[in-house]
Every structure is written in structure tokens, then in C-alpha cells.
């Protein structure tokens, strides 16, 4: 079982560390050189970047990540988690080592340099929209499929989930919407929006792809017999409360108690490896959920 674990854990950071390389790839080839801004804080340290060249986009993105860190530590303590501190981190290092290799808009605009000879999409904006949306959700949806969350806005959206108690997904609409505004604004690309907004549907829908369906909530239903330390990891790990179903086995005619939980589509990954490690003879049957109302998750419709 340590081996187990030791194996899963190294695997889970460099999965992060592929995801945070993806979405520096899809800023820096497909959405910077255009000035197209798919929200998040790259996004709005490409427009910062227009006004003040010498510094870079992941420059500023790092720039706004670090305090959003440290309010992310302050609101949600030890489950903020260390990866997402790394992919954080990580992800304004590669971009920026990336655009020192292909150049940037600059280089677009003179005609020189690998943008400019191999992925001049500039005489159609759409196509850069299209697949720098759908690289850089594939990106993140790596990063927060190997338990971390890529920082930046979405620390924000976290944190106006909470205190505003509205789904996740809003609060991401809202924010990001804002971050294209502030961003037209400092570009003065009126134009700008229409194909930033193409990239954002783009990139929630690779999202949705790589975590599996677009449900929002996952159904999970665990036969085990180590059921106590499972409903320690439910509880106190992955802070969820959940039901114990009594059932009978068809074959043995033996009772069992079968446990009932429910978890944000972003956690099942977590949830069946560690389910994994604590019995790996478990019987689990996933199911997507169509709407969850309750303390935890949405409020029930008026």
C-alpha cells in the first residue's frame, strides 16, 4: 500500500507539472500573440504586458498569483494544497521561458520569429481563439484532475463561491467576464471580446472533457469492508458527509452497508484513488449527477 501511494503521489505532481506546461503553451502559441484574453490572470497579464513590454506576461501573471496565494492560504488554510502553490508557481516560469524560445506579439507584428513563420494565425483570429481555449483547457483540466486548481482567478472564483454562496461555475463566469472587460479596456480592442469569449467557451468545454462529462457533481456508491476508514477519509479528508444504505448481497445473502456520497466533479480523481489505496477491493459505481441541492452544493430554485 505505500508503494501504492508513493507511486500515485509522484504521479499526481507530474501531472500537474504537465498540465501547468500545456496552459503556458496554449497562452504563448495560441492567445498572447493576438492579444486574445480567455480571462485568468495570464490573460489580463497580456494586456499589462501591451502597456509595459519589458516586463513579461507570466511575469505579472506571478506578480497578481503571490497575494492571491496568500488570501487563498488566509480564507481556506491547509486544503488551499501544496500543488496548487506549485502549478502556480510553475506555470509563469515555463510561459516565460517558452516566450524567450518563439517570441511574442512582437514578433508577429515584424515578421519574424517561430510565431510569425510557423503560427501566424492573424489574418484569422478565430483559429487561435478555437485552440488556444481548448490547450489551455486542456491544461488546467489536467492540473485540477491531479488535485489542484491552476491559481490565479480561480482563487478568486473560490472565493466568491464561498462568500456568496452561488455555485463554482458562476462565480468563474462572472470573474473571468470581468477580467475580459478590464482587459479590453487597457487594450482598447473593442473587437477583442467576441473572440475572447469563443476562447473561453472553448476552454470550458476541454475542462469539462479531461474531468469526464459536464456534470457538475459526481454520485458514488462504495461496498467495502473497511467502511470505518473510508468514512474517516469521507468525513475528515475530504470533508463531505455521506449515508450508509442497507442493502443484502444477491449471491452471499449477506447484509452490508453501502456507503452514499456525493463529491464536485474536480474531486472524483482524488476520491477513487484514495478509495483505491484504502480498499482495493472495493465495489464503487460512479454516476453523474443532473442537479444536487443541499447544504455544500446548490441552493434549491425558487
Known amino acids: 500500500m505505500r508503494e501504492l501511494r508513493s507511486k500515485q503521489f509522484w504521479f499526481s505532481w507530474l ?21 486574445i484574453v480567455p480571462g485568468g490572470v495570464y490573460g489580463l497579464g497580456c494586456a499589462f504586458h501591451k502597456l509595459v513590454p519589458s516586463i513579461a506576461t507570466g511575469t505579472f501573471g506571478l506578480m497578481m498569483d503571490i497575494p492571491l496565494m496568500i488570501t487563498g492560504f488566509l480564507i481556506f488554510g491547509a486544503k488551499f494544497g501544496a500543488k496548487t502553490v506549485f502549478a502556480a508557481l510553475i506555470t509563469p516560469v515555463i510561459m516565460n521561458g517558452m516566450t524567450a524560445l518563439v517570441g511574442d506579439s512582437i514578433a508577429v507584428s515584424e515578421g519574424v520569429g517561430f510565431i510569425a513563420q510557423y503560427l501566424n494565425f492573424s489574418n484569422n483570429l478565430l483559429i ?71 476562447a473561453i467557451f472553448a476552454q470550458s468545454k476541454a475542462i469539462d472533457f479531461v474531468l469526464g462529462g459536464t456534470e457538475e457533481d459526481k454520485l458514488l456508491f462504495i461496498i467495502s469492508e473497511k467502511k470505518e476508514e473510508l468514512k474517516h477519509y469521507i468525513i475528515h479528508d475530504l470533508e463531505r458527509g455521506g449515508t450508509y444504505i442497507k442493502s443484502k448481497g444477491m449471491y452471499t445473502g449477506n447484509d452490508k452497508e453501502m456507503i452514499f456520497v456525493v463529491v464536485d466533479k474536480r ?36
Open 15 to 35: 501531472g500537474v507539472l504537465l498540465g501547468a506546461f500545456i496552459v503556458a503553451a496554449g497562452f504563448v502559441l495560441f492567445t498572447n500573440p493576438y492579444n
Open 128 to 198: 487561435p481563439s478555437i485552440f488556444g481555449g481548448i490547450v489551455i483547457g486542456v491544461g488546467v483540466g489536467l492540473i485540477v484532475k491531479f488535485g489542484a486548481t491552476s491559481g490565479g482567478t480561480d482563487i478568486i472564483s473560490m472565493i466568491v463561491s464561498k462568500f456568496l454562496h452561488m455555485k463554482f461555475g458562476t462565480a468563474v463566469l462572472i470573474v473571468e467576464s470581468t477580467v475580459v472587460i478590464v482587459s479590453m479596456i487597457i487594450l482598447r480592442e473593442w473587437t477583442m471580446p467576441l473572440y475572447a469569449l469563443v
Open 267 to 302: 474531486q472524483i480523481t482524488a476520491v477513487q484513488d484514495n478509495i483505491k489505496i484504502i480498499d482495493p477491493d472495493a465495489f464503487v459505481v460512479v454516476v453523474n449527477a443532473q442537479d444536487t441541492y443541499g447544504d455544500g452544493f446548490k441552493t434549491f430554485p425558487k
